[in-house]
């Protein structure tokens, strides 16, 4: 079946998945054939199956992946189609939520059938780093926007926000190049050069400026964190399919979440360092 835009992907791939994958790991808006939508009772009954999930839990508590259980009512099956409604909860923490609103439609015999995941909340994927949060700063709302679209492979979309926030966070994102540089003990041209990128308004020109004023502790994969997002953002925007711009954006996330966590572990080896040598100097002096 061919998708038209704002339409559902109504296109069910050949091989049954299990009910738990599909609630998992497929996005909004897409129809897939499981091979465990019903059981019976002891009369005989169909009902919805509603497997134990392994999803992400925020609270403080959990803080990663955990089990969840169903909490809404037995659900009858005795028609072929019907609207599900369906509310999971932490087994854990007893606090976090998921609920999935779905479109259900059953084999005539048997257990399977396909489901449309018709959306859920919160959001479809992994959660976004807060190191990443704190490094998009004041666009953090654009770059949520985004990695909704990414999540439901909407490319152009999520091309199109994460740019918007590279381009409007650059300065952001040169202080805490600037940060680890200053924590490292760069060079003083290495500090004066990322200062005058920081001054410079094209981010283009900017990025030139610091091709090879990087601290090494920030290089991901070997490369200039830069000069990776400034190739991708490079790319033209409507010469590109949305599968191509997918990929993109994806590429810039990536890129982006790397530089976060490598920033982040610098300045704490750095800290633990110098925590370490005050400790020890001051038991060499006592």
Known sequence: ?????????????????????????????TFRTVSDLIYYDNQGHPKFHTPDLQLHCGSESCGGTRFFHATSDVIHFGVKSQEVFLRYQCRNCKRTLKIFPLFAHKEESG??????????????????????????????????????????????????????????????????IIRVAEKTNAKGDVLETLKAAKAETQFSKAVEMVRNAIPESLLVGGHNPLILLHSALSEGLHAQSDEDCLALATSIRVVLQELSERAAIALKDHAELTSAVSRLMQRKQS
């Open 111 to 176: 257990r399977g059938g396909t489901v449309l995941k018709l959306g859920e909340w919160p959001v479809f994927g992994p959660p976004t780093p807060a190191r990443l949060v704190s490094l998009v700063g004041a666009d953090r709302d654009a770059f949520l926007k985004g990695r909704r679209a990414e999540n439901q492979g909407l490319g152009v979309g999520a091309f199109a926000y994460y740019r918007r926030v590279v381009e409007n966070q650059k300065n952001r994102i040169l202080d805490e």
């Open 1 to 29: 079946m061919t998708k038209t835009d704002g339409e559902a992907d109504t296109e069910t791939p050949d091989e049954p998945i299990l009910l738990a994958e599909f609630l998992e790991s497929v996005p909004p808006a």
